[in-house]
Each structure stands twice: as structure tokens, then as C-alpha cells.
Nanobody
Framework: QVHLVESGGGLVQAGGSLRLSCAAAGRRLNAYGLAWFRQSPGKAREFLATLTWESRVAYYATSVRGRFTISRDSAQNTMYLQMNSLKPEDTAIYYC?????????????????WGQGTQVTVSS
């Protein structure tokens, strides 16, 4: 079992940047399919990006492609989400997730483990 902890959220002006971290404890992250999601009040959880640990191949949602970058650090057993050119509509709670079946899915129900979330607020 893996325990995920997100950090790096905060308040930023539109056009600014943040880097979110997802630190893992209990197991190595290369044993899982990994992804970032976000959720705004009243909305469903939204897929953002997924990453294959070994090949570092990444897939992005259309809404964030070209602005967000998913990456990982094996030594730190941590995954990251670099977010640039932030917009007010990016305001949400951001979650990292791990799938023990390594599906690299865009569906939140395919993920077994979730962090507690970190709030990102983008002001206009």
C-alpha cells in the first residue's frame, strides 16, 4: 500500500506558475500508474495528466496541454505537476492518484490510492 501526500498549492495571480509535488511513502511509485486530477466545487473530478514511470511518456487533458507538465523523480519517490500560465478556471483542489493495475487511465474510478489534495486558487 502506498501513502500519497500532495504539497505546493497556494494562491497565485493569473498568468503565474506553481509546482505541485506528490510524495509517496510505503512503496515505490514505479509500481503504479500515476496521474493528477482536480476537482472544483460542484464539478466532477477532472483528469489532468498521467505518466508512465519508466518511459516517462505523458498524456494530458486538452484543457492543460501545453501549460502543465507532469514529471517524476525516482530518487525522491515523488511526482510533480508544473503548472504555468495559470487561469482563474484552474482554481480547484488538486489530487495525485496511483493505480496498482498500471492502466494509466483518465478515469478516476480506476485509481486505488489518492492523496488528501492541495488547494490551488488563481486570482484574476
Amino acid at each position: 500500500q502506498v501513502h500519497l501526500v500532495e504539497s505546493g498549492g497556494g494562491l497565485v495571480q493569473a498568468g503565474g506558475s506553481l509546482r505541485l509535488s506528490c510524495a509517496a511513502a510505503g512503496r515505490r511509485l514505479n509500481a503504479y500508474g500515476l496521474a493528477w486530477f482536480r476537482q472544483s466545487p460542484g464539478k466532477a473530478r477532472e483528469f489532468l495528466a498521467t505518466l508512465t514511470w519508466e518511459s516517462r511518456v505523458a498524456y494530458y487533458a486538452t484543457s492543460v496541454r501545453g501549460r502543465f507538465t507532469i514529471s517524476r523523480d525516482s530518487a525522491q519517490n515523488t511526482m510533480y505537476l508544473q503548472m504555468n500560465s495559470l487561469k482563474p478556471e484552474d482554481t480547484a483542489i488538486y489530487y495525485c492518484a496511483a493505480d496498482s493495475s498500471l492502466r494509466y487511465s483518465r478515469r478516476s474510478e480506476d485509481y486505488d490510492y489518492w492523496g488528501q489534495g492541495t488547494q490551488v486558487t488563481v486570482s484574476s
